[in-house]
T-cell receptor
Framework: SQTIHQWPATLVQPVGSPLSLECTVE??????LYWYRQAAGRGLQLLFY??????ISSEVPQNLSASRPQDRQFILSSKKLLLSDSGFYLC????????????FGPGTRLTVT | QQQVKQSPQSLIVQKGGISIINCAYE??????FPWYQQFPGKGPALLIA?????SEKKEGRFTISFNKSAKQFSLHIMDSQPGDSATYFC??????????????FGQGTILTVHP
C-alpha cells in the first residue's frame, strides 16, 4: 500500500531563517507530487506541483521554492521566512494521468515568529 | 480568481439530522467534482466524487447532487453523526488533457454534529 510521510510535524522558526520541509511517498512510482498551504480558517492553496524528477511548476509567486531530487521525494524550501509563511503545509500525491484523487500527508504546522 | 464558492462557512447539526453543504463553480471545463473531508490536525481525504455527466451519486450516508446548468453541486450527509464533525472541502478537477490534474478547492465548511 502507498504511504506518504512529511516531516517535521511542527516547526517554529524566526523571521528571516531558512526552511526545508520534506515529503516522501512509498509504494508507488512516478507519482504527481503537490505542495499546498492551508492558512487558518481558509482553504487549500496549491503552491507547487511536479510531474517528474526535476520538473517543478509554481502556482503562486512567493519566496518559497520546491525541488524533486528523487522520484518520490519532494522538498519545500525558503531562504528567508516571512511572517506570512506561517500555516499548515500539506504534501500530496496522485497517480500520473489526470487523477482527481489526491492523497495527502499528515502535514507540517509552521509558525514563523 | 475564485473558481469555487462554498457555503456555509460553518454548520451545526443535531445527531441524526441532515447536513447540506453547497458549492458553485465558474467554469464549465471541469472533469470531476470531489468532496474532501479533513479532521483537525490531519490532511484532507477524498470522501466522494462525481463526474459532470451524472446528476447524483450516493455512497452510504453521503450523497452528491450535481446541477450542471446551474453550475452547482452539493454534499448531503444523512443521519449525521458526531464522528462526521470535520471540515469539508468541495473541489473542481481539471484533467487538462495532460499528465497533470489540478484540483481547486473551496474555502471549506466546518461541520459540527451535536450528540
Amino acid at each position: 500500500s502507498q504511504t506518504i510521510h512529511q516531516w517535521p510535524a511542527t516547526l517554529v522558526q524566526p523571521v528571516g531563517s531558512p526552511l526545508s520541509l520534506e515529503c516522501t511517498v512509498e509504494g508507488t512510482s512516478n507519482p504527481n507530487l503537490y505542495w499546498y498551504r492551508q492558512a487558518a480558517g481558509r482553504g487549500l492553496q496549491l503552491l507547487f506541483y511536479s510531474v517528474g524528477i526535476g520538473q517543478i511548476s509554481s502556482e503562486v509567486p512567493q519566496n518559497l521554492s520546491a525541488s524533486r531530487p528523487q522520484d518520490r521525494q519532494f522538498i519545500l524550501s525558503s531562504k528567508k521566512l516571512l511572517l506570512s509563511d506561517s500555516g499548515f503545509y500539506l504534501c500530496a500525491w496522485s497517480v500520473r494521468v489526470g487523477a482527481h484523487e489526491q492523497y495527502f500527508g499528515p502535514g507540517t504546522r509552521l509558525t514563523v515568529t | 480568481q475564485q473558481q469555487v464558492k462554498q457555503s456555509p462557512q460553518s454548520l451545526i447539526v443535531q445527531k441524526g439530522g441532515i447536513s447540506i453543504i453547497n458549492c458553485a463553480y465558474e467554469n464549465t471545463a471541469f472533469d470531476y467534482f470531489p468532496w474532501y473531508q479533513q479532521f483537525p490536525g490531519k490532511g484532507p481525504a477524498l470522501l466522494i466524487a462525481i463526474r459532470p455527466d451524472v446528476s447524483e451519486k450516493k455512497e452510504g450516508r453521503f450523497t452528491i447532487s450535481f446541477n450542471k446548468s446551474a453550475k452547482q453541486f452539493s454534499l448531503h450527509i444523512m443521519d449525521s453523526q458526531p464522528g462526521d464533525s470535520a471540515t469539508y472541502f468541495c473541489a473542481v478537477f481539471n484533467a487538462g488533457g495532460t499528465s497533470y490534474g489540478k484540483l481547486t478547492f473551496g474555502q471549506g465548511t466546518i461541520l459540527t454534529v451535536h450528540p
